[in-house]
Nanobody, 117 residues
Framework: QVQLVESGGGLVQAGGSLRLSCAAS????????MTWYRQAPGKQRELVAW???????NYADSVKGRFTISRDNAKNTVYLQMNSLKPGDTAVYYC???????????WGQGTQVTVSS
């Protein structure tokens, strides 16, 4: 059964850092694009960052220069290093397999990130 498990969220002050992890139940990460999304209360889920099977990375303008996506294929895990966090980054963060806007797997439970001012 395919499954994604996000972890690493928490409460942090503005300017702080967090590192999110997304573990997949199968070894799909090495060949597929992986994408991080987030959903703030009352808002639609939005794209944050994605990494291709070849390791190319892309970011939403709102996080460019502050967030870094990476992957460890041996561990079937994708990471999102978040620095210089802002209150506007507060959301539940999700990952999924597939190019942005085309999630292929069932959504995991997400991980809550709360940034206080």
């Amino acid at each position: 059964q395919v499954q994604l498990v996000e972890s690493g969220g928490g409460l942090v002050q503005a300017g702080g850092s967090l590192r999110l992890s997304c573990a997949a139940s199968t070894s799909v990460l090495s060949i597929r694009t992986m994408t991080w999304y987030r959903q703030a209360p009352g808002k639609q889920r939005e794209l944050v960052a994605w990494i291709t099977g070849g390791g190319n990375t892309n970011y939403a303008d709102s996080v460019k220069g502050r967030f870094t996506i990476s992957r460890d294929n041996a561990k079937n895990t994708v990471y999102l290093q978040m620095n210089s966090l802002k209150p506007g980054d507060t959301a539940v963060y999700y990952c999924n397999v597939g190019v942005p806007g085309s999630p292929l797997w069932p959504w995991g439970q997400g991980t809550q990130v709360t940034v206080s001012s």
